[in-house]
């Protein structure tokens, strides 16, 4: 039995009713919101209010709070807001509240879990791919240069012939927000994107300005490179499973260990704020330590 006096307990009640038979949810679905709601309802008890009317968005925040002190997950948090803005919906359409309290009050960010780069000595055993044919060669070209430039999925598949210098050993790439960049790209990347163009006049169509292409002669496809990039994994016996972002994440990470300069970094990614890079990159605090001991004027022992 419910501890809940009336005063909350009823308009709960016509609330679940309301789940019940009209909008016929599943009952899992019902017991999460009965259980979300009375550990709010219990919540706003211990707060001193003393029915559903009194909460403002001041309550609700602190109901969040709560949560987020007793080490609620993001997603946990998520759904109890989620509940207690459904149940205002229906108390305001009920004409019991004049507007949602919940409305404007947001739960925390979810983590993005970070995809995990490779190792230098996995991203070799990835590259060392040697096979003459054409699509071989492309697929080889497409990952060094992934690697090498730290290029997103769309913007390697957006580049055109056009953009590639190999000569000056750079190449424009239009990025997030329609923002041109120029990053330079050499070594092993600079090679096989010079093996590539010498091979696809034999694959692309005349009129096909596109750097990669498919086996049909058009410019190829997100889906396609991110089929064959597993594929490579695979083959080349890579633990784990490889995507496109895990070269750029790659070059980020290892760019930032041997380099320490996020900034230039920030640049080469084409991150519009600092703070992006410092969540991609995920340097460990011992590498920090090191880089500080190293470089602070003050650090260093006498």
């Known amino acids: 039995m419910s501890t809940l006096p009336r005063s909350f307990e009823q308009p709960l009640e016509r609330f679940y009713e309301y789940l019940r038979s009209e909008r016929e949810l599943s009952l899992h679905t019902q017991q999460n919101y009965k259980r979300q709601l009375t550990c709010i309802a219990e919540q706003l008890l211990e707060l001193g209010v003393e029915n559903w009317q009194q909460v403002d968005a001041g309550w609700v925040r602190q109901i969040a709070s709560k949560g987020m002190r007793n080490g609620l997950k993001a997603s946990s948090l998520a759904m109890r807001l989620s509940a207690l803005r459904s149940f205002f919906d229906y ?29 230098v000595d996995e991203m070799n055993q990835l590259l060392e791919v040697n096979d003459d044919d054409p699509l071989a060669i492309r697929d080889r070209a497409m990952m060094e240069l992934m690697y090498g430039a730290g290029l997103r999925l769309s913007e390697l598949v957006n580049l055109n012939v056009r953009d590639i210098n190999l000569s000056k050993g750079d190449l424009r790439v239009i990025g997030k927000g329609d923002k041109e960049r120029v990053v330079p790209f050499a070594g092993l990347a600079c ?5 590539w163009l010498k091979v696809r006049a034999n694959i692309a169509h005349a009129d096909e300005n596109g750097l990669f292409v498919s086996k049909l002669g058009q410019r190829i496809s997100n889906r396609n490179v991110q089929k064959r990039m597993a594929e490579w994994g695979q083959k080349q016996a890579v633990s784990s499973h490889i995507n496109p972002h895990k070269l750029r994440h790659s070059f980020a990470t290892h760019m930032l260990e041997s380099s320490g300069d996020l900034r230039a970094v920030q640049e080469l990614l084409g991150h519009a704020n600092l703070t992006t890079t410092q969540i991609y990159t995920h340097l460990d605090f011992q590498h920090l330590a090191k880089v500080y001991d190293a470089a602070h004027p003050r650090a260093k022992r006498r």
């Open 91 to 119: 108390l305001v359409h009920q004409q019991v509240l004049p507007a949602n309290p919940a409305k404007g009050v947001a739960a925390p960010r979810k983590a993005r879990p970070l995809p995990k780069n490779l190792d």
């Open 191 to 195: 090679e096989w994107v010079g093996n």
